[in-house]
């Protein structure tokens, strides 16, 4: 059952880091749009968070999704007197998402997914050289 176990807890990761990266892409998919109206808010950045469960059947603690919060920095104010979704100073707001953290933020987030695979490929070989020799 340890063997099913670190299967089954490295998949809660995984499925969290897939959360978290699509996420983060739709973050930077919305990193240069812009409100329909002067009066409207752009895109609002969403942040993933994570929590730690203890799980009755595993025995064990996982991670899983937490609450998607929205990061509440200033937007980003930019003066282009012609856009559509000026203000009355010409000023327009675009979202508070720097496609730079956001790009490191998605890398982390693969390697982490990666990490978990790699979990998942090793205990996975591990089953099949123990039937192996178990049939030996």
């Known amino acids: ?16 880091q897939s959360a978290r990266m699509r996420i983060i892409s739709e973050n930077i998919a919305n990193a240069n749009s812009t409100a329909q ?3 409207a ?5 969403r942040v993933p968070t994570f929590s ?19 990061d509440q920095s200033d937007f980003v104010v ?3 007197p012609g856009h559509p979704a000026a203000d009355a100073q010409g000023n327009v707001k675009y979202p508070n998402v720097n496609t730079l953290i956001e790009t490191v933020d998605m890398r982390e987030a693969q ?11 090793a205990t996975r070989r591990m089953i099949a050289r ?6 030996a």
Do not use: C, H, W
């Not at 808010?41 to 950045?45: E, L």
């Not at 730690?52 to 929205?70: C, H, I, K, P, Y």
């Not at 123990?130 to 049939?135: F, G, Q, R, S």
């Open 1 to 16: 059952m340890d063997f099913m176990r670190s299967i089954f807890i490295a998949a809660t990761g995984l499925r969290s």
């Open 37 to 39: 109206t002067p009066t």
């Open 41 to 45: 808010d752009p895109y609002r950045r």
């Open 52 to 70: 730690s469960n203890f799980d009755r059947e595993l025995q064990a603690t996982v991670v899983s999704m937490g609450n998607v919060r929205t």
């Open 78 to 80: 930019r003066n282009e």
């Open 111 to 121: 390697r982490s997914y990666e990490a978990n695979l790699n979990v998942i490929t």
């Open 130 to 135: 123990t039937i192996e020799i178990l049939k």
